[in-house]
């Protein structure tokens, strides 16, 4: 007998490229009703203080960032301060969110860029953004989307994951998946689609145990099944804001 999940998969198999990109928009469209409050979870004031908070994002929680940016900031308010600190200093402040040796090197040495290059301000093009230490298109994106308005797909963990779940694309490569779901939405909706995803990632559909049977798209989802079914049990599986009181 076919599993959940196969049987899931055995829906969508003859799914033609305008059914897909019809499926999709309407996944997004209930995700934009699921999600109203979707957002960049990283809390900044400036452009220099997203894409230094994005930059440490690498490799640990949103929450962790969170929790020493404001005195990083504090320290460190402007590129001008940062590209001058002692990297003793900022190694222990950034220490909480994990390989503080290299995001200390990474962010002193972007903020030495900012300043000897682009004049201490962040630069609102992907191809200056990606140059600077430990900025790649992800972290260029983020920036680019949440702090200039320019649209752009945030291809991290939880995005590719679920895009693939979803059957939107079967590609690895993040620059290859960011190209395929481009062709499926108006380049207006890439920043948002991209929150949209990662709150559905962080919340419901998880990396070792999605809660599928408490998902709002299970019936337009080839991987039904990847996790727990049962609405009871997979309530139980919910985070952040959309988790039980107990």
């Known amino acids: 007998m076919p599993t959940v999940l196969e049987k899931s998969a055995r829906r969508f ?15 997004h469209r209930i995700l934009t009703e699921v999600y109203p409050h ?13 894409l230094i908070a994005t930059v440490l994002s690498a490799q640990t929680t949103d ?11 504090a320290a460190y308010p402007e590129p001008a301060d940062l590209a001058a600190a002692d990297p003793a200093r900022v190694e222990e402040i950034v220490r909480p969110t994990g390989f503080y040796r290299a995001k200390a090197a990474n962010i002193i040495g972007l903020a030495q860029v900012l300043v000897d ?12 953004l990606v140059r600077l230490p430990g900025v790649g298109r992800k972290t260029a994106h983020v920036v680019l989307g949440n702090a200039f308005d320019v649209p752009g797909l945030t291809v991290d ?15 690895e490569d993040p620059v290859k ?15 948002m689609l991209s929150h949209r995803l990662i709150f559905h990632g962080r919340r419901i ?42």
Not at 184 to 191: H, Q, S, Y
Request: with cysteine; proline share 10%.
């Open 117 to 128: 290059q682009h004049a201490g301000e962040v630069p609102p093009q992907l191809e200056a």
């Open 63 to 73: 929450v962790r960032v969170n929790s020493i940016t404001p005195a990083l900031f």
């Open 205 to 246: 559909c998880h990396a070792r145990r999605p809660a599928c049977g408490a998902c709002p798209v299970a019936q337009l989802c080839p991987s039904f099944g990847a996790g727990e079914p049962d609405p009871v049990k997979a309530a139980r599986l919910l985070r952040y804001e959309m988790a039980p009181v107990e």
């Open 157 to 171: 963990t939880h995005f590719g994951r679920l895009v693939r779940r979803f059957g939107w694309t079967r590609e």
């Open 38 to 50: 979707a957002r960049c979870e990283l809390d900044y004031e400036t452009p220099f203080q997203l």
């Open 13 to 27: 198999a003859t799914e033609t490229p305008l059914g897909r990109t019809r499926r999709a928009r309407k996944i």
């Open 177 to 191: 998946v960011e190209q395929a779901i481009g062709e499926l939405f108006p380049a207006r909706d890439w920043t």
